[in-house]
């Protein structure tokens, strides 16, 4: 069992379709979930259909959402970390580091969970996971928490084979779905063709697949 | 959102000229245009809380509108606009959507930072 999985992700939502259940699951089971959340999705160009915000007000709707979808999948520590969407990767990659390695030292994870850097299409999912190992990297060899790391660009299991790490999350799909609604203004069943109860959707939605990353 | 009323946006935008102001202008086609679709090209661009001041401003055309704001140095120019919020009474909130409800491109103005 993991005693404290420390989640680090640049925008709301980012949580729900790869890891809320496998973070449900755990935290079923006694663990601690610690969230970072770089951003607050500012630059998102889904807004909800009919429209529920614009470019000024999406930013506290999404903390909202955010917050809801914590409370769904049960995290019991949200971190919001004040980026601005887009910008991770033109940040201050030292005040990144140190911010992370000051929240790794606090929260001593056993595992910590982020985007396969240069696997994960979005700039800054790439940015973040680079962020995340950097910072572990520079860690002693023997204070390193596991890295567990989700990958989705196209072609990535021809470079980094099969995920190692597959969870069964079929009893979690509650919580997972329930983390999905709540980011109403970023995913719709209604406008995605599909729906909860989809036999391919419920096949696909109950595993969840991660790279452990191996250091050196 | 409301659908543009450009008579309210002109007004707006009188009103918001000769004055220095933030200026939010972006235009994104989506972070995952082209991972959902390698036909389709991602290409993104924003410019947060630049300043500008243009001695005259106007909206033009239909829906979707064209916004162009002369500025003693140059342009400010926005196509595409179908969308602002009504019950802004001292700044510009103008953006536009596609069928989808998608933002496509955003121009604000404001005499305060956004």
Same mark, same amino acid.
């Given at each position: 069992?993991?005693?404290?999985?420390?989640?680090?992700?640049?925008?709301?939502?980012?949580?729900?379709?790869?890891?809320?259940?496998?973070?449900?699951?755990?935290?079923?089971?006694?663990?601690?979930?610690?969230?970072?959340?770089?951003?607050?999705?500012?630059?998102?160009?889904?807004?909800?259909?009919?429209?529920?915000?614009?470019?000024?007000? @999406?930013?506290? &709707?999404?903390? !909202?959402?955010? $917050?809801?979808?914590?409370?769904?999948?049960?995290?019991?520590? =949200? +971190? @919001?970390?004040? &980026?601005?969407? !887009?910008?991770? $990767?033109?940040?201050?990659?030292?005040?990144?580091?140190?911010? =992370? +390695?000051?929240?790794?030292?606090?929260? !001593?994870?056993?595992?910590?969970?982020?985007?396969?850097?240069?696997?994960?299409?979005?700039?800054?999912?790439?940015?973040?996971?680079?962020?995340?190992?950097?910072?572990?990297?520079?860690?002693?060899?023997?204070?390193?928490?596991?890295?567990?790391?989700?990958?989705?660009?196209?072609?990535?299991?021809?470079?980094?084979?099969?995920?190692?790490?597959l969870v069964d999350v079929r009893d979690y799909l509650p919580q997972k779905f329930a983390s999905i609604r709540a980011h109403q203004s970023q995913f719709r069943w209604e406008t995605s063709g599909q729906s909860e109860l989809d036999k391919a959707v419920l096949e696909r939605f109950?595993?969840?697949?991660?790279?452990?990353?191996?250091?050196? | 959102?409301?659908?543009?009323?450009?008579?309210?946006?002109?007004?707006?935008?009188?009103s918001l000229k000769n004055q220095d102001l933030y200026i939010h202008l972006e235009m994104t086609t989506g972070a995952y245009a082209s991972h959902n679709d390698s036909s389709k090209f991602t290409a993104s661009t924003f410019i947060h809380n630049g300043v500008v001041r243009y001695?005259?401003?106007?909206?033009?055309?239909?829906?979707?509108?064209?916004?162009?704001?002369?500025?003693?140095?140059?342009?400010?120019?926005?196509?595409?606009?179908?969308?602002?919020?009504?019950?802004?009474?001292?700044?510009?909130?103008?953006?536009?959507?596609?069928?989808?409800?998608?933002?496509?491109?955003?121009?604000?103005?404001?005499?305060?930072?956004?």
């Open positions: 069992m993991e005693k404290h999985i420390l989640v680090v992700f640049p925008h709301p939502d980012d949580e729900s379709f790869g890891t809320s259940g496998t973070l449900a699951k755990h935290i079923q089971a006694g663990t601690q979930v610690t969230y970072a959340c770089l951003t607050l999705g500012e630059m998102a160009r889904n807004m909800g259909n009919p429209i529920l915000a614009n470019r000024v007000t @999406l930013p506290e &709707l999404r903390r !909202k959402e955010l $917050e809801e979808s914590c409370r769904a999948i049960g995290i019991q520590d =949200l +971190r @919001l970390m004040g &980026l601005h969407d !887009k910008t991770v $990767e033109f940040e201050d990659q030292e005040m990144l580091t140190s911010r =992370l +390695r000051a929240l790794i030292d606090e929260v !001593k994870p056993s595992l910590i969970i982020t985007f396969y850097p240069g696997y994960a299409v979005h700039p800054d999912h790439d940015a973040t996971g680079a962020a995340v190992i950097r910072t572990v990297t520079a860690m002693p060899k023997k204070e390193r928490p596991k890295v567990h790391c989700l990958a989705f660009s196209n072609g990535c299991e021809k470079i980094l084979g099969k995920p190692d790490v109950s595993q969840e697949r991660f790279w452990t990353y191996h250091f050196e | 959102m409301q659908l543009i009323n450009p008579g309210m946006v002109q007004e707006m935008l009188d001695s005259q401003g106007s909206i033009a055309g239909f829906g979707p509108y064209r916004v162009g704001l002369k500025m003693e140095q140059g342009w400010v120019y926005s196509q595409g606009l179908t969308h602002f919020e009504e019950t802004e009474t001292d700044r510009l909130i103008m953006a536009g959507h596609d069928s989808d409800g998608k933002l496509v491109v955003a121009l604000q103005l404001s005499r305060q930072p956004f």
